[in-house]
């Protein structure tokens, strides 16, 4: 009985501790939206190929899947380089790389 009741109480907490981030992430993709059509950031599909584009990226598999930070304004996009994964950062609004990771 209490380790029902414990478990329900967990998966409660963890549920709704969940729904103020999904909420946020709504908002951030569209507040990113709304910057793309006045012009303040640029469109995803032109960063992805203009990253795509530049060595050493342009031999490396772009998995999908980017990631945006809206308080900094910075995309994440993950490549494939052989068997290593490469995450790189880029700024929003002027599409220049801010970091790698590795």
């Known amino acids: 009985m209490i380790r029902t009741l414990t478990l329900s109480l967990v998966s409660a907490l963890l ?6 981030a999904a909420a ?3 908002r951030d993709q569209d507040n990113l939206r709304e910057a793309a059509a006045q012009g303040q950031v640029i469109p995803l599909n032109r960063l992805i190929a203009d990253i795509r584009s530049r060595p050493p ?4 598999t772009y998995l999908g899947g980017p990631q945006f930070d809206a308080r900094r304004m910075i995309y994440a996009l993950k ?3 052989g ?3 490469v995450v790189v950062y880029v700024d929003a ?3 220049r790389i801010v970091g790698r990771k590795p």
Do not use: W
């Open 15 to 20: 549920l709704s501790a969940g729904v103020p």
């Open 24 to 26: 946020r992430g709504d």
């Open 57 to 60: 990226y342009s031999d490396m």
């Open 79 to 81: 490549f494939m380089d």
């Open 83 to 85: 068997s290593q994964v």
């Open 93 to 95: 609004r002027t599409g």
